[in-house]
C-alpha cells in the first residue's frame, strides 16, 4: 500500500509539475511555431519567385534578342544606302530600343535599363531588369534584379526561300502586261537576286506559280473542270482561269517559259473579272512552303474592277451582245462548240445562272469576311505578328483604288472603277498600288521584281524577329 501511494502520489507530481511546465512555455511554442511558418512561408516564396524569375529572364532574352536582330538587319539593309555609319547607328540604336518599349513598360517590371553598342561588325543589346517579385514581397524584397546580353552579327548574310505566285489579268486589255511577263520572267531569279544583295539579302531557292485568270461568267469551255486544267490548244483564250504548279529556278526556266508564252490575252465579257478567285485559287494551292520557313508573295497585275462574291451577271451573255469575233476570229470556237447548243437557245438570265452553277468555283468563300479570314489566316504565318509585312501587291492600272480614299460601299463611280480593291487596301498584309495607264512593259517588270524584293525584305524583318535562342 505504502509503495502504490508513493508512486501515485509522484505520479501526480510529476503530472503537476509537466502541467505547471506547459502553462509557463506555452507561448515559447506559439513564437517557435509563428517562425517556423514565417521561414517556411519565406522559403516558398523565394522558391516560387526563382521560378517566376527564370521565366522573366527568359522572356528578357527573347527580347534582347529580337532587338540585337532588328537592330543588326537595320545596318545590315543599309549598308549600300549611302547614310553615314554615324546616323545609320544611331537608327539602329532607336530600332532596338522601339522593339524592347511594349516589353519595358509591361506591368511585371519596376523598368529598366537598355544600353546598345552599334559596331561595323555587330550590336550589343544589354539589359538590366527589376522584375516585380509574387511573394517575396511579405520579407520586403521589393525587386527581382536580372540582366541578359544580346550580340547579333550584321555581317551575316541571310538567305531565306521565296515562294511567289504572280496573278495576271489575261484579258484582251492586259495585252501588255501579260508580254511583259512573256519577255522578261526568264530572266526573273538573276534580277531578283541582284535586287536582294543590293539591299543584303542573299535568297535562297526561288519557286514561282503563274495564276491567269478572266471572267467564270464567260470565259469558259466544258472541258475545263479543275483550276489546274490543262491547256488545250485553241483554248487559252477564254478559259476562266489558268494556274501552274510552282516553277523551281532556274532549274525549270524552260518549262516555265513554255507555260507562260502558251497563254494569250483575250475574253473577259464585262469589265469586272475574277481577281478575289484567283487570289482564293494561289492560296488554296497545298504546295506552298511552310511560311515560318520561306518568304511567300503574292503580285496581282489588273486594269479591272474585282467581280463582287457571288455575281452571277454578265452583259455579253446577252443574245446580241456576244463578241462580234466569237464566231468570225479562227482562233475562237463557236459558244455551240465551247459549251454546247442548248447554251445558244437559252435566254441572257438562264445562261448567267448555267455559268455560275456550273463553273463558279463551289468552294469559294460566300461573303467578304470569310474570304478575309482565310487571307489573314495565310498572311500571319508570313509576318508574325509584325506590322508593315505585305504578302499581296495588287497593282491596278488606271486608277487609283488605294484606300487613301477610304472604301465606301455607297460610291457607285469608285466601285464601278476599283469594285473592292480600296477595302483590300485596308487589311493587313495587302497593298494596292496605282500603275499608270500606258505603262511601259519594262517598268511592269521592275515593278514586279521590286515588289517581290520589298516583300522578301518585310518579311525577313518578321522572320528574324521569331528567332529564339
Known amino acids: 500500500m505504502t509503495y502504490h501511494q ?12 509537466a502541467e505547471k511546465y506547459y502553462r509557463n512555455t ?34 528578357a532574352q527573347d527580347n534582347s534578342d529580337i532587338a540585337a536582330l532588328a537592330a543588326a538587319k537595320y545596318m545590315s539593309v543599309t549598308a549600300t544606302s549611302g547614310v553615314s ?3 545609320r547607328k544611331k537608327e539602329a540604336e532607336t530600332v532596338a530600343n522601339a522593339s524592347l518599349e511594349n516589353f519595358l513598360t509591361s506591368d511585371k517590371h519596376n523598368g529598366g535599363t537598355v544600353d546598345v553598342k552599334v559596331t561595323t561588325d555587330d550590336v550589343t543589346v544589354s539589359l538590366a531588369m527589376k522584375a516585380n517579385p509574387i511573394l517575396s514581397q511579405v520579407i520586403g524584397r521589393k525587386n527581382l534584379d536580372h540582366a541578359v546580353i544580346s550580340v547579333a552579327t550584321t555581317a551575316q548574310a541571310i538567305s531565306r526561300d521565296v515562294d511567289l505566285a504572280l496573278i495576271t489579268d489575261a484579258t484582251g486589255s492586259m495585252f501588255s502586261t501579260l508580254t511583259s511577263v512573256q519577255t522578261n520572267m526568264k530572266d526573273f531569279t538573276s534580277d531578283l537576286k541582284n535586287v536582294l544583295e543590293a539591299r543584303g539579302i542573299t535568297p535562297g531557292v526561288v519557286r514561282i506559280k503563274f495564276i491567269f485568270f478572266r471572267d467564270y461568267m464567260f470565259d469558259n469551255h466544258q472541258a475545263w473542270v479543275d483550276h489546274k486544267m490543262p491547256l488545250q490548244s485553241g483554248l487559252e483564250t477564254y478559259g476562266a482561269l489558268y494556274s501552274s504548279d510552282f516553277f523551281t529556278l532556274p532549274d525549270d526556266a524552260l518549262d516555265m517559259e513554255q507555260y507562260i508564252d502558251y497563254v494569250q490575252p483575250g475574253g473577259g465579257g464585262d469589265t469586272p473579272e475574277n481577281g478575289l478567285e484567283a487570289i482564293w485559287h494561289a492560296i488554296d494551292d497545298n504546295d506552298w512552303k511552310n511560311g515560318s520557313d520561306t518568304v511567300r508573295a503574292m503580285v496581282l497585275w489588273t486594269d479591272a474592277p474585282n467581280s463582287s462574291i457571288g455575281d452571277n451577271t454578265d452583259q455579253y451573255l446577252a443574245a446580241d451582245s456576244f463578241y462580234p469575233d466569237i464566231t468570225t476570229d479562227p482562233t475562237y470556237l463557236g459558244w455551240d462548240q465551247i459549251i454546247g447548243p442548248h447554251f445558244v437557245a437559252m435566254n441572257v438570265a438562264a445562261r448567267e445562272q448555267y455559268m455560275f452553277d456550273n463553273y463558279y468555283p463551289i468552294n469559294f468563300p460566300k ?6 479570314a482565310i487571307f489573314g489566316n495565310f498572311h500571319e504565318e508570313n509576318a508574325n505578328n509584325t ?18 480614299t477610304p472604301y465606301d460601299a455607297s460610291d457607285a463611280v469608285r466601285i464601278t472603277s476599283c469594285g473592292e480593291w480600296p477595302l483590300l487596301d485596308s487589311w493587313d498584309g495587302v497593298e494596292v498600288v496605282n500603275a499608270a495607264a500606258g505603262i511601259s512593259q519594262i517598268e511592269i517588270y521592275d515593278n514586279i521584281v521590286n515588289q517581290v524584293a520589298d516583300t522578301v525584305e518585310a518579311q525577313l524583318v518578321a522572320k528574324d524577329l521569331a528567332i529564339k535562342y
Not at 36 to 49: E, I
Request: with cysteine.
Open 6 to 17: 508513493s508512486f501515485f502520489t509522484n505520479y501526480l507530481n510529476i503530472g503537476t509539475a
Open 26 to 59: 506555452k507561448g515559447n511554442f506559439s513564437i517557435i511555431l509563428a517562425l517556423s511558418l514565417t521561414v517556411l512561408l519565406a522559403g516558398a516564396a523565394v522558391a516560387v519567385d526563382i521560378s517566376s524569375l527564370v521565366a522573366m529572364k527568359s522572356r
Open 85 to 87: 555609319f554615324g546616323e
Open 367 to 372: 461573303t467578304m469576311s470569310d474570304f478575309k
Open 387 to 404: 506590322s508593315d509585312v505585305k504578302t499581296l501587291t495588287i497593282n491596278r492600272i488606271g486608277s487609283d483604288c488605294s484606300s487613301s
